[in-house]
């Protein structure tokens, strides 16, 4: 038997990547300064991080992780059912709770261990479907073929989709999940809708707010919350610490009855060493300033907004979204590459992003927003992009 070398292997992709243009590098951060991020020497205005309301360096977040560092050293020690289990968590699990006024929540190390644990303790029988939209985070994918259960995807933003794909697979318990912001389009799921097929199909609804939480909804609750839906509609939720609340982990939160099974049974969160103490009570820290402020929600509203009417003055292809993520579609990947790289030129650092995270033909340069950014840096950014595409219009249009 003549097995395929590896090194043959990964040779040969990493050439088609490079024929494709979809070469990814990783770009060293040397220093943070709100925006401003330097790379490579060179300070650049950052427009492509997750740090929406700008808590990752706010002074009592980062004050709460230093002392508790102090305190508690820089890590869990264990995992939670062994000994990992620290007063910083179970205060972080309460926060959270009682921010989304549900029942319960559980800690994880992130939000694919999250995912994971989801579908791996509810749906473990033969028979046990996983219905989601088709552009949901690759972590919820993934969970579905690790979870072992079928997988059905149903087109993007499309409850009546999701209603026939539940139909098509009628014997085994039902997970119906979605993003509730989509990472790489920016726009939010059609909640309400899917939560009534959710109850008319039996199946458990679970919306991965990674994106939402801090943002939307009454005191930054979130899609759910801005939805009106409570966890009778929605039993389970993600709500991510490392976009909007600027740290690191994330929680499973809803029903208890559902959040104790995950913390007994789970595989990710038992064999995971828990989250560095310091972490949970930074984030801590994040969620009091994520409920109150909503100043910061209303600079950002105001900030997208602006983006989003220069860029259309400025001819710009943008996705329908209402959230800091505003992509502005490029087409082909090499024309992303290139976009991307006139920006940084610019002073702009926003990243190209390429299938196969994005569908084919869909390229684009994802640009987020905070609340740190200036109008100033809204203006000079869209005017950058301007620049950038005025080569490309004149070409189209036959000017030499």
């Known amino acids: 038997m003549a097995r395929p070398d590896l090194h043959d292997r990964i040779a040969a992709l990493r050439k088609l990547r490079v024929a494709q243009d979809r070469v990814r590098v990783r770009?060293?951060?040397?220093?943070?300064d709100g925006v401003r991020v330097e790379v490579d020497g060179r300070w650049l205005v950052e427009c492509c991080g997750n740090d929406y309301l700008g808590l990752s360096q706010q002074f009592q977040v980062t004050n709460a992780l230093a002392e508790a560092?102090?305190?508690?050293?820089?890590?869990?020690?264990?995992?939670?059912?062994?000994?990992?289990?620290?007063?910083?968590?179970?205060?972080?699990?309460?926060?959270?709770?009682?921010?989304?006024?549900?029942?319960?929540?559980?800690?994880?190390?992130?939000?694919?261990?999250?995912n994971l644990a989801v579908q791996q303790a509810l749906l473990g029988e033969e028979g046990d479907v996983c219905v989601q939209d088709r552009l949901n985070h690759a972590s919820l994918m993934d969970a579905s073929r690790l979870a072992g259960c079928r997988l059905r995807r149903y087109p993007h933003g499309d409850a009546e989709g999701a209603i026939r794909?539940?139909?098509?697979?009628?014997?085994?318990?039902?997970?119906?999940?979605?993003?509730?912001?989509?990472?790489?389009?920016?726009d939010v799921a059609p909640l309400r809708a899917l939560a009534l097929v959710a109850r008319v199909q039996k199946a458990l609804f679970y919306v991965a707010d990674g994106h939402g939480v801090g943002v939307?909804?009454?005191?930054?609750?979130?899609?759910?919350?801005?939805?009106?839906?409570?966890?009778?509609?929605?039993?389970?939720?993600?709500?991510?610490?490392?976009?909007?609340?600027?740290?690191?982990?994330?929680?499973v939160v809803g029903d208890a009855a559902l959040i104790q099974?995950?913390?007994?049974t789970t595989r990710p969160y038992s064999h995971s060493t828990a989250l560095p103490p310091a972490l949970a009570r930074a984030s801590s820290e994040a969620i009091r300033?994520?409920?109150?402020?909503?100043?910061?929600?209303?600079?950002?509203?105001?900030?997208?907004?602006?983006?989003?009417?220069?860029a259309a003055a400025a001819g710009l292809d943008l996705l329908r979204s209402d959230t800091p993520i505003q992509p502005v579609l490029c087409g082909a990947d090499a024309?992303?590459?290139?976009?991307?790289?006139?920006?940084?030129?610019?002073?702009?650092?926003?990243?190209?992003?390429?299938?196969?995270?994005?569908?084919?033909?869909t390229a684009r340069l994802r640009v987020t927003l905070t609340a740190l950014h200036t109008p100033e840096d809204i203006d000079g950014l869209v005017e950058a992009l301007a620049r950038t595409r005025a080569p490309q219009l004149q070409e189209a249009a036959g000017v030499a």
Not at 345 to 351: N, T
């Open 27 to 32: 770009r060293a951060v040397g220093r943070r």
């Open 69 to 114: 560092a102090a305190r508690e050293g820089a890590g869990a020690g264990a995992s939670p059912l062994a000994g990992g289990y620290h007063a910083a968590h179970a205060a972080l699990e309460r926060d959270v709770a009682d921010w989304l006024e549900a029942p319960a929540a559980l800690l994880f190390g992130n939000g694919f261990l999250a």
């Open 165 to 186: 794909q539940l139909r098509n697979v009628p014997d085994g318990a039902a997970l119906l999940a979605t993003d509730g912001v989509f990472g790489m389009d920016g």
């Open 216 to 251: 939307r909804g009454p005191a930054g609750r979130g899609s759910v919350a801005e939805a009106r839906l409570t966890v009778e509609d929605v039993p389970l939720q993600l709500i991510n610490l490392d976009k909007a609340l600027g740290g690191y982990g994330a929680l």
């Open 261 to 264: 099974h995950l913390a007994e």
């Open 289 to 310: 300033h994520a409920r109150r402020d909503d100043w910061r929600r209303e600079r950002l509203a105001g900030l997208i907004d602006r983006f989003r009417t220069k």
């Open 335 to 361: 024309q992303a590459v290139a976009w991307s790289a006139a920006l940084e030129a610019a002073g702009y650092w926003v990243k190209p992003i390429r299938p196969p995270t994005v569908p084919e033909g």
